[in-house]
T-cell receptor, first 112, second 112 residues
Framework: AQSVTQLGSHVSVSEGALVLLRCNYS??????LFWYVQYPNQGLQLLLK??????LVKGINGFEAEFKKSETSFHLTKPSAHMRDAAEYFC??????????FGTGTRLQVFP | DTGVSQDPRHKITKRGQNVTFRCDPI?????LYWYRQTLGQGPEFLTY????????KSRLLSDRFSAERPKGSFSTLEIQRTEQGDSAMYLC???FGQGQAFFGQGTRLTVV
């Protein structure tokens, strides 16, 4: 069985500050891991994914995430936040089956 | 527009009525997924199709819910005898094989 836990339902940062959104996973098989972003009243857009290749994964909009098996973590980071990054972010895991198991989400607020 | 299309975007219905939602996937995608997202939560898997075959159903999909994908193209999700607890955003996604899943903008259902 697979699950993800997102620590912190809300994160607030100033524009230009580091963004760190935390995700820990549980999986009985080697996991595929994903980060999605959701803007208000929109569907989900894939930011990046880990599929057992490089442990540091670079995604769109300047985001990246590092897979750490020893810590069962896949935290999302961005060196410098922009106002347009304000949205809901979801971590998800897939165990090689086709469905995605999502976390409860982290709402990112960016202050000027 | 070549993305995943969902119709309607919003639906308000009275408790006890039946509703049907439609999803048109990206044309060459053979896999189609339905998820449900309630306020403050991540999307939860409901069911998925490969071509016209429904391969997996979540226990969340009670007997009041039925999904079809005739001819492996568009899909419909029907909810019979709606309850207030069915109020949610219903998301559709499609992929080619186990490739990236692309999400539609969702149908927001409100049961009054």
């Amino acid at each position: 069985a697979q699950s993800v836990t997102q620590l912190g339902s809300h994160v607030s940062v100033s524009e230009g500050a580091l963004v760190l959104l935390r995700c820990n996973y549980s999986s009985s098989v080697p996991p595929y891991l994903f980060w999605y972003v959701q803007y208000p009243n929109q569907g989900l857009q894939l930011l990046l994914k880990y599929t057992s290749a490089a442990t540091l994964v670079k995604g769109i909009n300047g985001f990246e995430a590092e897979f750490k098996k020893s810590e069962t973590s896949f935290h999302l980071t961005k060196p410098s936040a922009h106002m347009r990054d304000a949205a809901e972010y979801f971590c998800a895991v897939s165990g090689g089956t086709d469905k995605l198991i999502f976390g409860t989400g982290t709402r990112l607020q960016v202050f000027p | 527009d070549t993305g995943v299309s969902q119709d309607p975007r919003h639906k308000i219905t009275k408790r006890g009525q039946n509703v049907t939602f439609r999803c048109d996937p990206i044309s060459e995608h053979n896999r189609l997924y339905w998820y449900r997202q309630t306020l403050g939560q991540g999307p939860e898997f409901l069911t998925y199709f490969q071509n016209e075959a429904q391969l997996e159903k979540s226990r969340l999909l009670s007997d009041r819910f039925s999904a079809e994908r005739p001819k492996g193209s568009f899909s419909t999700l029907e909810i019979q005898r709606t309850e207030q607890g069915d109020s949610a955003m219903y998301l559709c996604a499609s992929s080619f094989g186990q490739g990236q899943a692309f999400f539609g903008q969702g149908t927001r259902l409100t049961v009054v």
